[in-house]
């Protein structure tokens, strides 16, 4: 294809893959190609603050001036990047077509004319870091393309029994999370504030309506789901809940989807009502970060409010015995590494394979390695090296349960599970995974008949 502009986006735990991809676009195309680098892991350590530009050492500016990595990267974009990517491709075309010097993108008057709150960065031929900040004029989410229309939509999750596909959308109320816990790169502290929440609903309806549309022009089906990638479904807000299922009355799109909430928020009596609402109109499907049965390491967590009513374990047995009397389908995502011991772990796997054989839920579980992000305060990483090494005796159990883990990127001071105590979750797990298996087996058989 031999591509002009490059971008690639990046978490923290992914960042060594993009310097390999870029070393390669470098010795393919040389300076036939400017790349550009963002996503989370720039987010967390590239960043304005106060009006000052900040940067941890695992900036992959830093990283390129002090030679710990090649100079891969023409310009690191961090903050928001609806309109600035676009200007770059503006500047890259300009340069281009004036002098084909791809060095000229550094000079493009256009970057100011982006809206949002971003930051460009480079190395300059000095091995200076040199920086554009924007004039931060807001972004108006209700003008940005709808998800649907602009990618393909080729995955199905099958908590959804009776869709065909199932897209992925947004409110785009946020790009992270109202809360701040201490291990979360969801963080409003590094994601930013709530924005034009009087309209997150119309927007989510608005995606909800495209794929509607768009399965039955471009997929020939009737039969569509979305899961929404809030990292809590409107913020939780139970006025935007109840202005979603008051569209959806008004118009209804048959199309099945379900979202992310907090366990405090799930018990919000407000919110139940909402959700129950919604349950009858398409809404079959949440999804909470069940995390941990340590009460100690459960007081920590942000979103954690109502401490002093129910254990957290308890409150997640409310939710879902709430979540069966709605007759909704319920997921638990638990994340280890976190300080927890071995004890814990089991009891916990023991825990949701007595919730299973009780409610029937949850029908989803996922289980994560908790690892250390840079969080725009962590310096004790660069994230040049990948996580767990190929010849690690880890890399196999960490494939085979868990969605994210590292062995050399754990949190401060908690000590990894030994590979035995893995694999002896991983039987946990197993029979967690045969109750969903058999469920769904049974579904299946009921249905052929």
């Known amino acids: 294809v031999r591509p002009n502009l ?21 010795r393919a195309l040389g300076d036939e190609v400017f790349v550009v680098l963002g996503g989370k892991h720039v987010n967390e350590t590239f960043y304005e603050e106060n009006g000052e530009i900040m940067q941890l050492q695992s900036s992959p500016l830093e990283l390129m001036r002090s030679h710990k990595i090649p100079k891969v990267f023409d310009m690191v974009s961090s903050g928001d990047g609806e309109e600035i990517l676009y200007q770059i491709g503006n500047a890259v075309n300009q340069s281009l077509k004036n002098k084909g010097d791809l060095q000229d993108v550094y000079n493009y008057e256009g970057f100011k004319d982006a809206r949002g709150e971003w930051t460009l960065g480079w190395i300059d031929e000095n091995n200076d870091c040199q920086f554009i900040q924007s004039d931060k004029k807001p972004l108006n989410y209700d003008e940005m393309p709808l998800t649907s229309d602009l990618f393909n939509i080729s995955t199905k999750f099958d908590v959804f029994e009776k869709a065909d596909l199932t897209a992925h959308t947004m409110s785009y109320l946020s790009k992270g999370c109202v809360h701040n816990c201490f291990y979360c790169s969801e963080s409003s502290k590094i994601n930013g504030k709530l924005k034009q929440l009087e309209t997150g609903a119309n927007r989510l309806y608005k995606n909800l309506e495209s794929i509607k549309k768009i399965g039955k022009e471009r997929y020939h089906s009737d039969k ?14 139970p006025r935007l809940l109840n202005q979603l299922s008051d569209l959806l009355k008004e118009k209804p799109l048959d199309v099945e989807f379900g979202g992310q909430f907090t366990i405090d928020t799930l018990l919000d009596p407000e919110n139940q009502k909402a959700i129950s609402k919604l349950s009858k109109q398409g809404f079959s499907y949440i999804f909470v970060g069940l995390e941990t049965n340590n ?43 976190l300080g927890e011991g071995q004890r814990d772990r089991i009891n916990l796997m023991k825990t949701i394979k007595g919730w299973q054989e009780k409610y029937g839920l949850p029908n989803v579980v996922s289980m994560n390695l908790a690892v ?61 995974k045969e109750f969903e298996d058999k469920r769904q087996l049974k579904k299946d058989e009921d249905f052929e008949r």
């Open 6 to 26: 490059l971008f690639i986006g990046s978490m923290s735990l992914g960042f060594a893959g993009a310097v390999k991809i870029a070393k390669l676009a470098k």
């Open 372 to 432: 250390q992000h840079p969080l725009r305060n962590n310096e004790e990483y660069d994230y040049i090296d990948w996580g767990t090494d190929l010849n690690s005796d880890y890399l196999q159990i960490f494939t085979q349960i868990f969605g994210e883990a590292s062995e050399r990127y754990k949190l401060a001071d908690v000590e990894l599970p030994t590979v035995e105590e893995l694999r002896e979750l991983q039987q946990y797990y197993n029979q967690i």
């Open 224 to 237: 569509m789901s979305a899961f929404v990638e809030d990292s809590i479904i409107l913020a939780g807000n």
């Open 295 to 337: 009460e100690e390491i459960a007081d920590t967590m942000s979103k954690n409010k109502n401490k002093n009513t129910l254990s957290w374990i308890d409150k997640n047995e409310k939710a879902i015995e709430f979540m069966k009397s709605q007759n909704m389908k319920y997921g638990v995502s638990v994340l280890f590494g």
